[in-house]
Nanobody, 117 residues
Framework: QVQVVESGGGLVQPGGSLRLSCVVS????????GSWYRQTPEKEREFVAC????????NVADSWKGLFAISSDNAKKTVYLQMNSLKPEDTAVYYC??????????WGQGTQVTVSS
């Protein structure tokens, strides 16, 4: 059974940084695309970034290029989202999404990020 578990959210001051982690288990070596999305009460869930495993090719949405970075550690089965220069408008629930080579999709439960002084 595939499990997707995020962690690393919390409260951070404007201008600060945070790294989110997403542990993916149960894929049994299948390749996958690991993505981060975020959602606020005012907006629909929006794409932030993705990484293609095992090739490590990445894609970051234009809004966050140069600010956020996505990476993965295949040995740890973890996808990371490094977020820098955070703003209050980055406050959201961040979700990890996995699309595996069998064309199945999985979501994590989300982790809250709050940017506030």
């Amino acid at each position: 059974q595939v499990q997707v578990v995020e962690s690393g959210g919390g409260l951070v001051q404007p201008g600060g940084s945070l790294r989110l982690s997403c542990v993916v288990s149960g894929l049994n070596g299948r390749s996958y695309v690991g993505s981060w999305y975020r959602q606020t009460p005012e907006k629909e869930r929006e794409f932030v970034a993705c990484v293609f495993n095992p090739h490590d090719q990445t894609n970051v949405a234009d809004s966050w290029k140069g600010l956020f970075a996505i990476s993965s550690d295949n040995a740890k089965k973890t996808v990371y989202l490094q977020m820098n220069s955070l703003k209050p408008e980055d406050t959201a629930v961040y979700y990890c999404h996995v699309h595996d080579s069998r064309d199945y999709y999985y979501w994590g439960q989300g982790t809250q990020v709050t940017v506030s002084s």
